[in-house]
Each structure stands twice: as structure tokens, then as C-alpha cells.
């Protein structure tokens, strides 16, 4: 047995475990979490994706740095081509486009479709690019504004992941919702980032409210 107890004198950080240590901890997997993995969109699948209005959107660059991002709109915003293909359109927002850029240097893609008050999420992995397509995209029209591109997710596995992390979060739970307060807002974090004063956080908050208004 390896063990990797104690932390590094020279960072002060905790220590790195080898996988044969993890693996030693948590055990092999088996029974269904080996055989729930799908090569294509099912039609109950299909049904989960039509009734999830939030995923993320797990991606990274050439240089395998990582990142993850949310995407969300009505139910149903993200359609199912075929078996093995789905299409998310890109809605209005703030024009950094990580995930898209990193899609471009690196297609492997990793999705979790969320439904709210249902614990098991949906997880599809897979590889991503863009599209433009003049027949898809009006398909992908909300309050009759047509998406500029979509990503396009060829489907390499799909499965359910168990509920535990909703159950043990409370996720759905209206006791869990956070009093005002509780956490920053965008302007207070912005703020403190600049170092500016507080009346500097309510214009931040106020510009935020107004740009909120346009969604499409």
C-alpha cells in the first residue's frame, strides 16, 4: 500500500495520491455504473433533454487547461438531431466565447443536463465544433431570434449519474435558497476586485439589472 498522507513541506499544500491509492480507497465500479453507458440518445434520454432548461459545459484548450460553463433557456432549448448528435445554440452574452474557443483547438466536450426537482442529472461526453447552417438554425429560434451559430455535439457516451450530490446539496429544496445577503453580488466582487468604493458596487448591480433585460 502507498501511502500519501501529509502535506508538502515546500508548498503547503496536501499531498497527491496515485491512482492505484484512489482506486484502493473507493473500490472498482460495478453492476449498473459499468453498464448505464450508452453510445446514442435513447428515447428516454430524448425526453430528458427536451424537459432540461440548464447544462454545463465542461471543455479545455490545447493546452489542456480546463473549463466550464453553464448554458440555459426554456426547456427543449437544446435539440436532438439524430441518435448520436445534438445541437445547443449560442445565445447572447458576454462575447468571451472560452468555450467556443476551446472547441476550436480541441473538441472533446463533457455535458451535465440538469432538471430542476429531479436528482439524477444526465451526462454526455463527446466531441463538439461549430456551425452556422442556415436549415438548422431558425430551428433553434427563441422569441423569434435566430442564433448566429450553434455547437454541434456528436455523442460518444450518454448516461444518468445517480442523485446523490442533489440529495446531499438540497439543490431543489426552497430552504436552501440563499437570503439576501448571504452572498456577494457581481458588483461587490467587482468592486473589491478594482478596489472601488460601494457606490462603485450599485452602478455595477444597476448596468447588470438593465443588461439582464435582453436575454435574446
Known amino acids: 500500500m502507498t501511502s500519501t498522507s501529509g502535506g508538502s513541506a515546500a508548498t503547503g499544500r496536501p499531498s497527491r495520491m496515485s491512482h492505484d491509492r484512489v482506486r484502493e480507497l473507493i473500490g472498482e465500479p460495478a453492476g449498473l455504473a459499468v453498464t448505464k453507458v450508452q453510445r446514442t440518445i435513447d428515447p428516454n434520454f430524448r425526453r430528458f433533454i427536451a424537459r432540461s432548461p440548464f447544462l454545463c459545459m465542461a471543455t479545455s484548450n490545447s493546452d489542456g487547461s480546463a473549463d466550464c460553463s453553464p448554458r440555459g433557456d426554456q426547456p427543449g432549448f437544446v435539440k436532438v438531431l439524430d441518435d448520436t448528435t445534438i ?51 431558425p430551428q433553434l429560434a427563441a422569441r423569434d431570434k435566430t442564433p448566429e451559430l450553434a455547437l454541434i455535439v456528436e455523442v460518444d457516451e450518454a448516461y444518468l449519474h445517480c442523485g446523490r450530490a442533489i440529495l ?48 435574446y
Open 87 to 137: 445541437a445547443i445554440p449560442d445565445r447572447i452574452g458576454n462575447k468571451r466565447i472560452d468555450s467556443f474557443e476551446n472547441i476550436l483547438s480541441r473538441p472533446g466536450i463533457g455535458l451535465i443536463f440538469l432538471v430542476p426537482g429531479h436528482r439524477e442529472t444526465l451526462r454526455i461526453n463527446g466531441n463538439g465544433y461549430l456551425t452556422e447552417d442556415s436549415d438548422l438554425l
Open 168 to 215: 446531499r446539496s438540497k439543490l431543489w429544496d426552497p430552504a436552501s435558497l440563499a437570503s439576501p445577503g448571504e452572498v456577494p453580488t457581481t458588483g461587490e466582487i467587482m468592486a473589491a476586485q478594482l478596489q472601488r468604493d460601494e457606490a462603485t458596487a450599485h452602478r455595477i448591480d444597476e448596468d447588470i439589472e438593465v443588461a439582464y433585460q435582453t436575454l
